[in-house]
């Protein structure tokens, strides 16, 4: 049971990945298909109760190319009930650099519940208080402002990877994982075979290294087979996908300015982790990250997002 937790934390992580650069990306590909876009972007909205963040002290205007910060929410819904978020990711971007940093939360991440007055898991946000809470939780763990946010039903990367018609990539391992064979070379990857390919580690010397370069070559070839689709049933799977799986704040218009003017960002992906360790505190499990480990990755955030550290409240 506990490695199939792991199996689709990993396999959430690479959704969340996923479908935060197809925003950078393809966007612009939805031209062909307006009416369609525009349709299916309205059907995800989900709207914050502000303008924009406690942490910005102005507006960000997309066409100046202000940089940008993109929460990707995976959560794990059912009916009658919100659930929790199972994966967090920070997603900068920085069209000035051409970079976009992407900053995994661990969900058992120990820090104060913004509204609730109380230390605890950071994914508990979600489910007290719904997207608001866990965003600006999140805000108050990093000290920078969330600009937007996608929300992601956990189960979708499968038909993500599926609807663009699967993925090729290079493997530099030959093993078996999950009932399927990957000899070294050119492997064309389903939406299954996918998830077996990304979530092996014991079989690769390299270890976690070895399966996040795979899980990074999957992210690629998706966006790759994304912005050269051709095939108008291929962008209906992908506007179906879209309207099944996922919310967000940002508007059709916005996402339009994003990929006008952020998408050389997406070119050059840095992912980090926050730093810390596990312990338990009366008889539950938490991740402890250290307050100069918390604080450091702050300000590197607030550098990506060229915001004066002077000015950022303190946790």
């Given at each position: 049971m506990r490695e199939r937790k792991k199996k689709k934390k990993k396999w959430l992580w690479i959704t969340l990945s996923v479908i935060g650069l197809l925003v950078l990306s393809t966007g612009g590909y939805a031209y062909y298909l307006y009416k369609s876009a525009v349709n299916t972007v309205a059907s995800i909205q989900?709207?914050?109760?502000?303008?924009?963040?406690?942490?910005?002290?102005?507006?960000?205007?997309?066409?100046?190319?202000?940089?940008?910060?993109i929460l990707l929410m995976g959560v794990d819904e059912r009916?009658?009930?919100?659930?929790?978020?199972?994966?967090?990711?920070?997603m900068t971007v920085n069209p000035n650099t051409s970079t976009t940093q992407m900053v995994s939360i661990p969900r058992d991440t120990r820090t104060e519940i913004i509204g609730k007055g109380k230390q605890d898991k950071i994914n508990h946000a979600y489910a007290f208080g719904g997207t608001e809470m866990a965003i600006n939780t999140v805000e108050?763990?990093?000290?920078?402002?969330?600009?937007?946010?996608?929300?992601i039903n956990m189960e979708s990367f499968k038909d993500t990877v599926d609807a663009v018609g699967g993925v090729e990539v290079n493997n530099t391992l030959n093993f078996s994982q999950s009932g399927f064979d990957f000899p070294k070379g050119t492997v064309n990857l389903d939406g299954e075979k996918a998830l077996a390919?990304?979530?092996?580690?014991?079989?690769?010397?390299?270890?976690?290294f070895g399966r996040q370069e795979r899980q990074r070559?999957?992210?690629?070839?998706?966006?790759?087979?994304?912005a050269n689709i051709s095939s108008i049933t291929k962008f209906g799977d992908m506007f179906g996908v879209v309207r099944n799986n996922v919310k967000t704040n940002l508007t059709f218009d916005e996402m339009w300015d994003i990929q006008a003017n952020y998408k050389t960002a997406a070119k050059n992906l840095e992912q980090f982790q926050v730093e810390?360790?596990?312990?338990?505190?009366?008889?539950?499990?938490?991740?402890?990250?250290?307050?100069e480990n918390r604080l450091a990755l702050s300000d590197q955030l607030k550098e990506?997002?060229?915001?004066?550290?002077?000015?950022?409240?303190?946790?």
């Open positions: 989900e709207d914050l109760d502000r303008d924009k963040s406690e942490k910005r002290t102005e507006e960000v205007i997309f066409k100046e190319k202000d940089p940008i910060s009916e009658g009930d919100r659930g929790r978020s199972d994966s967090l990711i920070l108050n763990f990093l000290d920078v402002p969330v600009d937007y946010f996608v929300k390919y990304t979530t092996m580690r014991k079989q690769d010397p390299r270890g976690d070559q999957v992210i690629e070839a998706v966006i790759k087979k994304g810390g360790s596990g312990d338990t505190i009366d008889g539950i499990y938490y991740y402890i990250v250290p307050e990506h997002l060229e915001i004066s550290t002077n000015t950022a409240s303190t946790n």
